[in-house]
């Protein structure tokens, strides 16, 4: 009996998270959402599909190699049906509120004459206006990843093992910007065990700019 080909070649996109905020990713609200940055990824990863973000090497980070944060794709959403899911109304943004409101990510507020509205943010002007340059990339690709499976350390997350860092076995890392796509069967489940034998899930630690901030 002849076997059945896959649907869709499993991948594992690794990139480093060069300011780690809250905002992209947004581990908060029971979701890990990708909804601004990196339109590449949020272009093409399909359902079933890895993100791994990993910290900075910069001299002010120091966090080269250590995993900030991985979700497994459950959902691709179009943004303005992002915007009108009850599901994510606490992602948008509250200015003045907690750290963790702040740093809402669904921010694109879609207008009658196909333009966009862009609530006050991280990626606004530092008065809260709109900042062309973000809504222009932004929108560019108008796709919001979403996971219920992922995990999240922020500024706290371990070292990836040396088999998937660089020189080893199954090397993961993206050290510098842009991303990279690994579609190796083998890599993947041994990342996918090494993920799982964490036994942690969601939530883990804050993100690297508010661990600053409260030193």
Request: hydrophobic share 35%; proline share 7%.
């Amino acid at each position: 009996m002849p076997v059945a080909k896959k649907a869709h070649l499993q991948s594992l996109y690794s990139y480093v998270v060069r300011y780690d905020s809250g905002f992209a990713p947004n581990p908060y609200g029971g979701y890990c959402t990708l909804a601004t940055c990196k339109p590449g990824i949020r272009k093409t990863a399909q359902i079933g599909d890895w993100l791994l973000g990993t910290g900075s090497s910069s001299q002010q980070v120091k966090r080269g190699g250590h995993i900030v944060y991985a979700m497994r794709v459950q959902e691709a959403l179009p943004t303005a049906d992002y915007w009108n899911d009850l599901r994510f109304q606490r992602k948008k943004p509250i200015f003045p509120g907690s750290w963790k409101q702040a740093c809402g990510d669904n921010i694109y507020q879609p207008l009658p004459d196909g333009s966009w509205h862009q609530l006050n943010s991280y990626h606004s002007q530092d008065d809260g206006s709109p900042k062309a340059e973000h809504i222009a990339r932004d929108t560019a690709v108008q796709r919001i990843l979403v996971s219920e499976d992922f995990i999240y350390f922020g500024a706290e997350g371990p070292l990836l093992p040396s088999p998937f860092r660089e020189g080893g076995a199954n090397d993961v890392l993206k050290s510098k910007r842009g991303y990279s796509r690994i579609q190796d069967d083998q890599t993947i489940e041994e990342f996918e065990a090494w993920i799982a034998s964490l036994q942690m899930h969601g939530v883990q630690g804050q993100p690297w700019d508010w661990v600053q901030i409260f030193k």
